[in-house]
Every structure is written in C-alpha cells, then in structure tokens.
C-alpha cells in the first residue's frame, strides 16, 4: 500500500516533479545538458540571492557536508551541535582526519549567538559548521543574529547546513556572509533524494584550493571549474536536476514571498493543533522550526501503536528520531504540501488519539 508521507523527509513528491523527471535522457556533456545545469544553477542564485556559485552534487547532503570540511578547514573546526544531525557533522569532520572540537546546546535548544562567539574568541578555528534547521528536534537556530557575530571573525569560514530550510524561508546568502550553504532536496525542495545543492563564496573557493588532501568527488576546485561551463565534475542526476528545474520555476510562479508565508501558516496551524491536544513543543520557545514540528509526548502515549494504525490507514507518521524516539513525534510541514494536507492528517490523528484529560 502506498503510504502518503507525513515524516520529515523523504515527503511526498508531486505529479509534475515525476513528470519532469520523466523526460527524455541527455549526455551530461551535451549542450542540452549546459543549458539545463544553467537554467538550474541561475535560479538557485536567485533563490539565495547571490551572484556567488552555486554547486549540484550527486550525492545526499552528507557528501556536501564532507566535501565543506575538506575543503575549508586548514586548521581545526568548530562544531556547533544542537541535535543528532549537528553532532554527526563533528564525527564526519573526525573521520576526515581533521581536528576539531564539539560545542553543544541542549536538545530543544538553538545554536546561539553567545556559544559561536565564545568559541570562536580562542582564536583556535579556521572554520565552523552549524545546522540551519535541526531536523531531529524541529529547532530553527537564529542564522541572522550568528551570521553578526561572523562579521567578527572574518579567517573563520562559516559552513551552514541548511537541509530542511532551504525554499521554506529566506536564506540570503551573500547578505549573510556565509562561505557554503548546503541542502539536500528530499525535503523542502520536494524532491526524491540524492541530489545535493551547495552556494559557495569566492572567498572559500580561494581557500580550496589552497587546502591539501580535499580529494576529488567534492572538490571545490573541480566542481568550478566545471560549473563555469554548465556542468558537473562527474556524471550527474540529471532525472534529479530536471525534477529540481521545474520545482524551481513552480516556486517562482507561486512566488517566494507567498511561499514563505504558506510554510509559516502551516507551522502554526500545527503548533496549535498540538497545543489544543495538551502537548507541548520541543523546541525551546521562539525558535521553532518553519518546516517540522517536534511535539513532546507529554501525555505518554504509544506512539508505536499510534504509528502502525495511521500506517494501517494509509499514512506514514514520523515517532521522533534517535534519542528522543517515542519522547517526541514529528510532524511536516514543508515542500509542496498545503493547508489541507495537514488538516487531512490532523482528522486521522485525532480520530486516534484519546481525549485530553480535563
């Protein structure tokens, strides 16, 4: 039975996006295939508002994840962690062979401006990586206010992984001042996995090259070098990349603003739906994410149960991730979903669930 996704990624991809990615397949070193990486890569400028390069990587947003700490850290990282995704980017910049040291908030809590700046002041970093969006706890850290405190450390190249908030809510790259910025696209570009975007600034690209032992699959150098003729180092997705061409003219045809204000309407439809059901959110207060909400099981309900008879019904429900699996449950809220997606969800849910007690 085909489950309609309600879990943070993959979500549910929409007719049009298959149907693009039905079309006829090209050679990647076809001119129909510069014009296609163009056309993608300009609007991906767009979306972020930069002149700056922007990538596409074959790969999950893990690769982009590596190839930024090769690339980028000559001396040792700083690794900003808030929720199992942050903290694996330590491990991954660990087994790259590369020193680096973890900083970490609470689960629920935000990266904050105070915990970059202290670290940052020992003088010890080349480079620091951060989540955008932890997509394990539904927490969305204050990017503007850290971006502030990078303008203080200008040697400090500053890696951001925005997996699930990229296209749900303005990410101004050069304004910023970011050295990469990173997605994946099973979330909110909605699309199927294994495709990786990846903004990168002229200022990092400089430092690449500069940096020994990058490698060569995510190689700043060579994916440059290849995106200044349309095109990508090695064999591209481009089924993926067709998907992703059409998503984006979608979302300039809804228009950005609206589509902003779409994901910001459907987080508070569900922090309310959540609320009304005596819940409470995970995330600490004001820093809710736009895309997922992360509801804590305050009421102590089985949620595996709750999960097999949603399934049983033709949905697939998210019962929280890693350590704070069954402790939590999350719900989308992203991509090419609407208002009456969720509230199709919310009947199933309360017709599951028991009363509130009063």
């Not at 670290?119 to 997509?135: F, I, P, R």
Request: charged share 25%; proline share 5%; glycine share 8%.
């Amino acid at each position: 039975m085909k489950k309609k996704l309600f879990i943070p990624g993959p979500v549910e991809v929409s007719a049009d996006v298959y149907t693009a990615m039905s079309s006829p397949m090209i050679g990647h070193r076809m001119p129909e295939y510069a014009e296609l990486h163009k056309s993608v890569t300009t609007q991906l400028q767009t979306l972020l508002h930069t002149q700056e390069p922007v990538f596409l990587s074959t790969s999950s947003a893990f690769g982009i994840m590596e190839g930024a700490v090769r690339n980028l850290v000559q001396k040792r990282c700083a690794n900003f962690a808030n929720g199992a995704f942050s903290t694996k980017w330590h491990d991954v910049t660990q087994r790259c062979g590369i020193e680096a040291d973890l900083f970490s908030a609470e689960w629920g809590q935000p990266v904050t401006p105070g915990m970059v700046d202290k670290a940052l002041s020992s003088g010890k970093y080349d480079a620091m990586t951060m989540v955008h969006n932890e997509t394990s706890t539904g927490v969305m850290s204050p990017l503007a206010s850290i971006a502030e405190v990078m303008k203080k450390y200008p040697e400090v190249s500053f890696i951001v992984d925005t997996v699930s908030s990229m296209s749900a809510v303005p990410i101004d790259f050069s304004t910023l001042g970011m050295d990469a910025c990173l997605a994946g696209v099973q979330k909110a570009f909605g699309l199927p996995p294994g495709l990786a975007v990846c903004a990168v600034s002229r200022k990092a690209l400089e430092k690449a090259k500069t940096t020994p032992n990058r490698g060569y699959y995510f190689d700043f150098e060579e994916f440059e070098k290849n995106d200044l003729k349309h095109n990508t180092p090695s064999t591209p997705c481009i089924s993926l990349i067709y998907g992703m061409d059409a998503q984006l003219k979608k979302m300039f045809s809804e228009g950005l603003q609206k589509r902003y204000e779409r994901h910001a309407r459907m987080a508070g439809m569900t922090r309310e739906w959540a609320r009304k059901h005596g819940f409470e959110l995970f995330a600490a207060e004001g820093y809710a994410s736009m895309t997922l909400t992360s509801v804590r099981n305050t009421r102590g309900l089985d949620l595996e149960g709750i999960k097999k008879t949603v399934g049983e019904r033709g949905y697939a429900m998210d019962n929280g991730y890693g350590k704070i699996k069954n402790e939590t449950f999350r719900i989308p809220h992203m991509a090419d979903m609407q208002p009456a997606d969720l509230e199709e969800y919310f009947v199933v849910l309360d017709e599951l669930m028991p009363p509130v007690e009063k």
